[in-house]
């Protein structure tokens, strides 16, 4: 990616159609089973196919999407998008179903991989994954409000993801352009905080799976458990999705006064509170209080972990690794889910789900707590036997951005040793504060006499 950050909409638009897929998740397992006569763990299955293959498609582009440019893998995946949902659309048998599943899921995680290394070279990473994640609830949940009344069996949703695809193609013109013509050479150079990175993506990959097992299974709760129509469910999936904007919308607004650690680590507690009350509902109020809630924090949650791997490296490979070790989990949660449901109920499904969501909470949590750096308050950064500099600088007028602001990450400080035979030649008179001098020229030396 290009080191001048670019607009934020077009990765806004790439990402919401590469993580549409995940979204209609459920509404994709349910009609395969009910229209193409598959069983729970039979739909699941495809839909984790669909999944594993976005995520395959993430590792490949691992700290490759600046070699390639942004605008050419995002038009392949779009294309394949198109063409793999497309033809899971038209098709009538499995197998050409599972095959456009697939191809799909490729173009989807393709597409999420660009926009992902994307975000991570923005200026503030969590603010453009926040718009990213709104904009996918607002195109999901339109989606579970519509296709209930339209029919069409499996097809539709499989039609609806091709579509978006394609009318996000014109937003790739205002992506980087390619690469030069030339063999391709992946970007080089060491991965940086290597230890809670693959902490992060390892626990980001068994995060998903948690919540994707339940949110698989969801809409089988309503019509087996609970007794729902689909029309009902899409309308509580609609209303959830919809108080998902809002807690969006509610994380974009707090950004990171509170850092990372906070929303990361009580949002998952309220999570698994909801993973256990949704499953074990036995009545609309219940089951919608669990879904709302939960699709409420879940999001906050999501984009303060893509803004946590995005903060690792700025070109992004962290950001794709732990996404696609993610969707590694997303695909396998609709499998856990039907495999535990099945096997032992929704309620004690819920209680393992709820388990596994509040044990991974804490390595995740310490890696925000870890990597978040230290904040800037009074005395934490300081000149020499002086005053802290950011209270300094609202006493002494100083030029409004010069200085950090209270709260913001401490900046590191480089010093810059001189030779011996040049610093005995210096004198202190030699010296004066870095700025426009008399002449037009700039004095950038700092005193070293009192060393």
Same mark, same amino acid.
């Given at each position: ?22 979204? #209609? ?27 594993? &293959? ?6 490949? #582009? ?110 790739? &013109? ?149 996404? &696609? ?127």
């Amino acid at each position: 990616m290009s080191s001048r950050p670019r607009a934020a909409w077009p990765l806004v638009a790439v990402f919401t159609a590469g993580y549409l897929a995940a979204y #209609l998740l459920p509404t994709i397992v349910g009609r395969l089973s009910v229209y193409l006569g598959l069983s729970t763990a039979e739909a699941g299955l495809v839909g984790s196919a669909l999944l594993l &293959s976005s995520a395959s498609a993430g590792f490949s #582009l691992a700290g490759r999407v600046e070699t390639y440019g942004p605008r050419r893998p995002a038009r392949t995946g779009l294309v394949l998008a198109v063409l793999g949902y497309g033809c899971a659309a038209l098709a009538g048998s499995v197998p050409l179903v599972v095959l456009g599943a697939v191809v799909g899921g490729f173009g989807s995680g393709t597409a999420t991989a660009v926009a992902a290394a994307g975000i991570a070279a923005q200026r503030d990473p969590h603010r453009t994954s926040s718009l990213g994640l709104l904009s996918v609830s607002a195109t999901a949940g339109a989606l579970y409000l519509t296709i209930p009344h339209l029919g069409g069996g499996h097809r539709l949703p499989f039609a609806s993801i091709a579509l978006v695809a394609l009318l996000v193609w014109p937003a790739t &013109s205002r992506l980087g352009s390619p690469a030069p013509a030339g063999p391709v050479v992946p970007a080089s150079g060491r991965l940086p905080h290597r230890r809670s990175g693959l902490v992060l993506a390892g626990g980001m990959l068994v995060w998903s799976m948690a919540q994707n097992a339940l949110w698989g299974v969801s809409s089988r709760i309503g019509v087996d458990q609970v007794g729902l129509s689909e029309v009902t469910i899409g309308a509580v999936f609609a209303a959830a999705l919809g108080a998902g904007l809002l807690g969006v919308m509610g994380a974009g607004v707090l950004g990171a006064r509170l850092g990372r650690a906070v929303p990361i680590g009580l949002g998952t507690v309220i999570i698994a509170a909801s993973i256990v009350l949704s499953s074990s509902a036995g009545d609309l109020g219940s089951f919608a209080t669990g879904e709302i809630l939960w699709n409420t924090v879940y999001p906050v949650v999501l984009s303060y972990l893509i803004g946590l791997a995005a903060s690792l490296d700025v070109r992004g490979r962290w950001a794709v690794l732990a996404g &696609s070790a993610s969707s590694v989990g997303v695909a396998c949660g609709p499998v856990l889910g039907s495999v535990l449901s099945e096997g032992a109920g929704f309620p004690v499904m819920g209680m393992v789900l709820g388990a596994v969501t509040l044990l991974v909470a804490v390595p995740v949590t310490a890696v925000a707590l870890h990597t978040g750096g230290r904040p800037l308050v009074p005395g934490s950064v300081r000149r020499r036997g002086g005053a802290p500099a950011a209270l300094l600088a609202v006493t002494t007028g100083a030029v409004p951005g010069a200085v950090p602001k209270l709260g913001a990450p401490e900046q590191a400080v480089t010093e810059i040793s001189l030779p011996a035979l040049r610093r005995r030649r210096l004198v202190r008179s030699a010296f004066r504060t870095a700025g426009p001098s008399g002449g037009g020229q700039s004095n950038a030396y700092a005193s070293t006499s009192d060393r």
